[in-house]
Nanobody, 123 residues
Framework: QVQLVESGGGLVQAGGSLRLSCAAS????????LGWFRQVPGKEREFVAG????????DYADSVKGRFTISRDNAKNTVYLQMNSLKPEDTAVYYC????????????????WGQGTQVTVSS
């Protein structure tokens, strides 16, 4: 089993930056593909970014390409989401999740989830 804890959320003005972190327990962290998702009330959870087990391959939603960067440090069991040029529409609860295998965008394909961290972007 993998336990995930997100941190780094907060309130930021439009155009600003935040860096989210997702710390994982367990010795098998490097065995998992890791994804960041976000959700606003009344909407489905959506894929934001993902990174392969080695960190050599990344995937992004079109809405965040060029603004967000995902990275991982397997020695620290941590994945990061650097968010730049934030927009009010980026406001959501951000979750990290893991799955064995490769990229998938559907939340149902992920095995373990963190509790989420709130990101609020003011206009």
């Amino acid at each position: 089993q993998v336990q995930l804890v997100e941190s780094g959320g907060g309130l930021v003005q439009a155009g600003g930056s935040l860096r989210l972190s997702c710390a994982a327990s367990g010795r098998t962290f490097s065995s998992y593909y890791l994804g960041w998702f976000r959700q606003v009330p009344g909407k489905e959870r959506e894929f934001v970014a993902g990174i392969s087990r080695s960190g050599g391959s990344t995937d992004y939603a079109d809405s965040v390409k060029g603004r967000f960067t995902i990275s991982r440090d397997n020695a620290k069991n941590t994945v990061y989401l650097q968010m730049n040029s934030l927009k009010p529409e980026d406001t959501a609860v951000y979750y990290c999740a893991v799955r064995r295998g490769s990229y998938r965008s559907k939340p149902d394909h992920y095995d373990y989830w963190g509790q989420g961290t709130q990101v609020t972007v003011s206009s």
